[in-house]
């Protein structure tokens, strides 16, 4: 099985890639858990940046993907990401499919990989799969024929949103090379986290990760080989950041108490204009949603200039129009 990776495991090409033609720029064979190339990463943010511009149009629609179909599996809740699938196929003229999973056979005791069978023999080109358990995208692609694109998997990656937090910044910044990214949270159940460290770190960032040690893994330092610095306190991290990432509490994920109290948690970790001020003048604010006002971050910072979330979602169109067409078989030059 070919594995096509960027930030990490954006797309797998299914058992023999029968129905999506992999493009000669990814497909790359078992690569190192940290992902493609730098070059390759780079050339999807390009792509998205090109899809950009359809967004922006009045008719916000092309025919690149007419003919093909994606169908979006999310076995767990979303707004943002699912939409922004949704969207992304619509606006290539593919057809989306949404699949409820509280409606689907899965509530009737079918397994996953029926699942994936099933959707297989309809002759999708691409699967867009969100999972609350780990490699789940991993094991669709052993079964699929179509596409397999890892909209997020349990604590493990969520590819694209780290693609979309780079295009956000590359826009605003220019360049990412040498800029100090904090990233501050729930770090030990945000798959967030561990894609955006990969991503920014292969693109010459500088991360700083910080939470409490209940909440930060002990070998977490360990997850990149360069350019990433772990510390419990929120002040070191921030400190001359030029971006600021803030990361929501997962209670959903939580098994355990990891702190006190939310209120506590706010004191000692939640992003407030006064924190803010320990960054560079030009730092700007990323979050990934949904928020938790008054908790993680305030609304003072949330709704200040300096605060990029609501570019995050604009941007996230355009990087998911750009890993679909890649998917089945486009490639950066037509793009």
Avoid: W
């Avoid at 098994?255 to 209120?263: G, I, K, N």
């Avoid at 949603?289 to 941007?315: C, F, T």
């Amino acid at each position: 099985m070919a594995v096509r990776r960027c930030a990490t495991d954006v797309v797998e090409s299914g058992a023999g890639c029968g129905r999506a033609t992999v493009p000669r720029t990814l497909r790359n064979s078992r690569a190192p858990s940290v992902g493609l190339r730098r070059s390759l990463c780079s050339r999807t943010l390009r792509t998205a940046e090109n899809f950009r511009e359809v967004n922006q149009r009045e008719i916000k629609k092309v025919p690149t993907l007419r003919g093909k179909t994606v169908i979006n599996l999310f076995f767990e809740n979303s707004t943002r990401t699912r939409t922004s699938f949704e969207l992304a196929a619509k606006r290539l003229s593919a057809d989306a499919v949404n699949i409820s999973v509280s409606s689907s056979s899965v509530t009737k005791g079918e397994t996953l990989v029926d699942t994936a069978l099933n959707l297989d023999a309809m002759q999708p080109d691409c699967i867009v799969v969100r999972h609350g358990s780990a490699g789940v995208p991993h094991q669709l692609a052993k079964v699929s024929k179509a596409a397999i694109v890892n909209a997020g998997d349990g604590a493990n990656e969520h590819p694209t949103q780290a693609l979309l937090d780079a295009m956000t910044i590359r826009e605003h910044k220019g360049v990412i090379e040498g800029l100090q990214v904090a990233i501050v949270g729930d770090i030990l159940h945000s798959r967030v986290a561990r894609s955006n460290i990969h991503l920014l770190t292969k693109l010459g960032a500088h991360v700083r990760v910080a939470g409490p040690k209940t909440l930060v893994p002990p070998d977490f330092a360990h997850l990149v080989e360069n350019n990433l610095i772990v510390t419990e306190h929120i002040e070191e991290a921030i400190e001359g950041a030029d971006v600021v990432m803030i990361l929501r509490i997962q209670k959903e994920r939580q098994d355990s108490a990891y702190f006190p109290t939310l209120r506590e948690y706010s004191i000692h970790y939640g992003l407030t204009n006064e924190r803010l001020e320990l960054a560079r003048k030009d730092a700007i604010v990323l979050h990934p949603g949904p928020m938790n006002r008054g908790i993680e971050i305030s609304s003072d910072v949330a709704d200040s200039s300096r605060s990029l979330i609501l570019d995050q979602v604009k941007y996230g169109v355009a990087v998911r129009m750009a890993v679909l067409y890649l998917a089945t078989g486009g490639t950066v030059v037509n793009a």
